[in-house]
């Protein structure tokens, strides 16, 4: 079942020059985009620095603005500010970012880093809020205790663990998550990994899973998508992923793992 659909997705920036600085010409970040990410599944979007894949995240959730094309979650399409205020757009969707730190207010606590969204979407008292806190801290493998720390106490997994509590605290439906585990050493990110796997389990979630590292990606997508120079060179199945690459820039990717793998 489709959850969220991309069709002929565009975005451009304008690159201004001249005496007068009119437009000369633009950047295609995003260049005719379209897929669709279905309900409980896991669809990795793959590609070079530069490729567009995080421009496409970050347009999801309103924080780049489409050139052209339509973004339809649950068939409407949410590039419509009216639409997406209707359906309350922003509790369905998540997004975790890549630098953890950056994404934590450095001067508040986890109690009151988690407890943020709680308030604005519910009305809970404080008991009841900080019990909820320690059952979300709990799912994602944190102590208790981890509600009087701040941000800086904490190592780059445990931050990772806590920006997921985060977006999950609200029960969103698809969560965007962009590059969240290139910071991380081999053995963390497989733990994330499977935190993330196991979360999709039991609360029905759809991830848009966006990396440069194959072999992560792989790992937990269902469906693998290439980009490169903000268009999508290739589309599959993440079982046939080395048996049925047709483009070579797919290839050079999947090279470069076993390469890896070889060292």
Known sequence: MSLLEIKNLKVHYPIRGGFFNKVV?????????????EQGKTYGLIGESGSGKSTIGKTIIGLEKATAGEILYNGKNILDPKVRKE???????????????????????????????????????????????????????????????????????????????????IKPKLIVCDEITSALDVSVQKQILELLKKLQKDLALSYLFIGHDLAVVQNISQKIVVMYMGEIIEELNSIDLKTKAKHPYTNLLLNSVFEVNKV
Do not use: C, W
């Not at 010409?25 to 990410?37: E, K, R």
């Open 25 to 37: 010409d633009h950047v295609y970040a995003v260049d005719g985009v379209s897929m669709v990410i």
């Open 87 to 169: 359906m309350k757009f922003n509790t369905e969707v998540q997004m975790i970012f890549q630098d953890s730190m950056s994404s934590l207010n450095p001067k508040k606590r986890v109690l009151d880093i988690l407890a943020e969204p709680i308030r604005n979407f519910e009305n809970l008292s404080k008991e009841a809020e900080k019990e909820k806190i320690y059952e979300l801290l709990a799912i994602v493998g944190m102590p208790k205790d981890s509600i009087y720390k701040y941000p800086h106490e904490f190592s780059g997994g445990q931050l990772q663990r806590i920006t997921i509590a985060r977006a999950i605290i």
